[in-house]
Nanobody
Framework: QVQLVESGGGLVQPGESLRLSCAAS????????MGWYRQAPGKQRELVAR???????IYADSVKGRFTISRDNAENTVYLQMNSLKPEDTADYYC??????????WGKGTLVTVSS
């Protein structure tokens, strides 16, 4: 069955870095657009970054220049490198696989906490 398993979250201080990973299985990873979303307490889930099957990327304005999304189709894994983390980056981060509106999968999330 389809699985998206996020890892790499944790507690870091402002200015530090983290790399999130999302291991995918159960579908043809290479043809899907993969995305990272986040949801902070009391807020709606928002797009952080997305990478298409052709490796076109888009980023939320709030993370441009600090975060980098990448994918390894051989390993069925998508990554989110997060640098210069800020307290406002604190959230649950979710991996998404999207093919079309009726075919979209979500992971269970990994918590990132940025605090001194």
């Amino acid at each position: 069955q389809v699985q998206l398993v996020e890892s790499g979250g944790g507690l870091v201080q402002p200015g530090e870095s983290l790399r999130l990973s999302c291991a995918a299985s159960g579908f043809t990873f290479s043809i899907y657009t993969m995305g990272w979303y986040r949801q902070a307490p009391g807020k709606q889930r928002e797009l952080v970054a997305r990478i298409t099957s052709g490796r076109t990327t888009i980023y939320a304005d709030s993370v441009k220049g600090r975060f980098t999304i990448s994918r390894d189709n051989a390993e069925n894994t998508v990554y989110l490198q997060m640098n210069s983390l800020k307290p406002e980056d604190t959230a649950d981060y979710y991996c998404n696989a999207f093919l079309q509106s009726s075919i979209s999968y979500w992971g269970k999330g990994t918590l990132v906490t940025v605090s001194s």
